[in-house]
């Protein structure tokens, strides 16, 4: 058996298929994948009783595992769950939908615009290198995609770019943060 080679989809990528999603409901649901990088049928699944706006959180059992995920918003996300439905299923059609149908609607939008060798997850792939590259901890990222292993979360993070400053410039940071 060999596997197709995965890599995450890139913010530009990201930005054209939201551009050119008509569907309100397909739009919301790639802008919360990118949010998220939850699996595509965890959140397929999500009502609005998961979120909870006082703590700017989403909490949901991962299907594949049964853990719950609870991860904080930022205000991006917090803006758009504020214009989705304020009860019941988040994306209801969406939802209604087999994970092949999903993936097929997502496929058939990336050939539109011309974007080759992503699938909807590749937007967990995106979220662990953003993350990785922001300099998030590691066990923040894990436990937010549910990863159980390392070796998972570092191989869903590997192509990110991290830029490394300087000892000096690290030094120089520390010294300040000191007085």
């Given at each position: 058996?060999?596997?197709?080679?995965?890599?995450?989809?890139?913010s530009?990528?990201?930005q054209?298929?939201?551009?050119?999603e008509r569907?309100?409901?397909?739009r919301?649901?790639?802008?919360?994948?990118w949010?998220?990088?939850?699996s595509?049928?965890d959140?397929?699944?999500?009502?609005?009783e998961?979120?909870?706006?006082?703590?700017?959180t989403?909490?949901?059992?991962?299907?594949?595992t049964?853990?719950v995920?609870?991860q904080?918003?930022?205000?991006?996300?917090?803006?758009?769950?504020?214009?989705?439905?304020?009860e019941?299923?988040?994306?209801?059609?969406?939802?209604?939908?087999r994970?092949?149908?999903?993936?097929?609607?997502f496929?058939?939008?990336?050939?539109?615009?011309?974007i080759?060798?992503?699938?909807l997850?590749?937007?967990?792939?995106a979220?662990?290198e953003?993350?990785?590259?922001?300099?998030?901890?590691?066990?923040?990222?894990?436990?937010?995609?549910?990863?159980n292993?390392?070796?998972v979360h570092?191989?869903?993070?590997?192509?990110?770019?991290?830029?490394?400053?300087?000892?000096?410039e690290y030094?120089?940071?520390?010294?300040?943060?000191?007085?």
């Amino acid at each position: 058996m060999q596997f197709k080679e995965k890599r995450a989809i890139t913010s530009e990528e990201h930005q054209r298929i939201l551009a050119a999603e008509r569907n309100p409901e397909r739009r919301a649901f790639y802008e919360l994948c990118w949010h998220l990088g939850g699996s595509q049928g965890d959140l397929a699944q999500l009502r609005a009783e998961d979120i909870d706006w006082n703590n700017q959180t989403v909490s949901f059992f991962r299907h594949k595992t049964g853990t719950v995920t609870l991860q904080h918003l930022g205000p991006e996300a917090m803006r758009l769950l504020a214009d989705m439905p304020g009860e019941g299923m988040l994306f209801p059609y969406l939802a209604s939908l087999r994970a092949n149908d999903r993936a097929t609607e997502f496929h058939q939008r990336c050939q539109q615009l011309g974007i080759t060798g992503v699938s909807l997850h590749s937007y967990r792939y995106a979220w662990a290198e953003r993350a990785k590259s922001a300099g998030y901890p590691e066990r923040f990222a894990q436990e937010a995609l549910g990863h159980n292993s390392k070796a998972v979360h570092r191989a869903y993070a590997r192509r990110a770019l991290v830029k490394l400053p300087s000892l000096e410039e690290y030094e120089a940071r520390a010294a300040a943060a000191q007085t």
